[in-house]
């Protein structure tokens, strides 16, 4: 039976989420990662992107967390559970470069994920599916340039909450996360559906601990579904662009008015689906 060849994208060479899926979709029997696409850290496009995401304040927390390994800021927690989860499968790559050493797989630098380097790479390797793991905007001809196309997991439930903060933006709404596998498409979290994968908020969480476990959840999801892609990618459910919300990032109000709920001991109640269907199904 012939492999699912797979290239993983990055955003920078310290990406524990990148460095993590390189170790364990490797490690699927029915799959061969060929190749890691990386983006270049230090450019002043990834500047303006942080800063417009976050503000100067953040921008530089999230620059010193991503880049730097700094635990002096409010955005460490954020790595906590990622950290236990690369300890708990003895995954000991500090880069992902390192890991791909490790692993015999392929690297490619580029300045965007987009390039024609990129490109050539994908088409070198004879790739058939991409998993995201960040790196930036994917345009139409990277989209394209596989048999399957690219992969991604959201951090909230699609179709509804699509956009930014959507972890955030759910237990807003009263609604338990989930992590959805799609495939991406030209528009925002609008490709079609692989499997949504819900998982629990425990007492004590706030929002940085929240996000950092999502994000384990995004790879151990997107391990489950590469693990059997054939299967999940036959099953998968189109999305109508009238289903759903773009979110963008949250305040820092509501997110303290969400760190004072979950402080008090408050837990989200409503599935993704009773969410829909008290709401919206008249």
């Known amino acids: 039976m012939k492999k699912l060849r797979v290239a993983i994208t990055s955003g ?3 990406s524990k989420h990148a460095i993590a899926l390189l170790h364990e979709i490797n490690s699927l029997p029915q799959v061969e990662v060929v ?8 450019t002043f496009k990834r500047l303006k992107q942080l800063i417009r995401m976050y503000g100067w304040r953040d921008a530089w927390g999230k620059f010193r967390n991503i880049f730097l390994s700094s635990k002096q800021n409010r955005f460490a927690d954020e790595i906590v559970a990622m950290n236990n989860f690369l300890n708990e499968r003895k995954i000991g790559s500090t880069t992902t470069l390192q890991a791909c050493q490790k692993l015999n797989v392929k690297v490619k630098r580029v300045q965007s994920l987009n390039d024609e380097d ?7 390797n004879k790739v058939d599916l991409i998993v995201y793991a960040g790196g930036g905007i994917l345009r139409d001809n990277l989209i394209r340039s596989t048999r399957y196309g690219v992969l991604n997991a959201h951090s909230g439930p699609l179709p509804f909450f699509r956009g930014m903060n959507c972890l955030e933006w759910s237990l807003f709404y009263n609604v338990k996360p989930e992590v959805t596998v799609h495939l991406i498409d030209s528009g925002i979290d609008t490709g079609p559906i692989l499997k949504r994968f819900p998982w629990e908020v425990s007492p004590g969480d706030t929002i940085s601990l929240l996000r950092g476990k999502s994000v384990v959840k995004e790879v151990v999801s997107l391990v489950e ?3 059997n892609f054939e299967h999940f990618n036959k099953s998968r459910q189109k999305q109508e662009t009238a289903q759903g919300v773009q979110f963008f990032t949250m305040h820092p109000f509501l997110k303290e008015k969400i760190n004072e709920r979950l402080r008090r001991g408050w837990l989200p109640g409503l599935s993704y689906n009773e969410f829909t269907q008290r709401d919206f199904q008249k």
């Open 35 to 42: 190749l890691l696409i990386q983006v270049k850290t230090f």
């Open 12 to 14: 920078y060479n310290a």
């Open 118 to 124: 990129s490109l050539n790479s994908i088409k070198q």
């Open 225 to 227: 579904v590469v693990s």
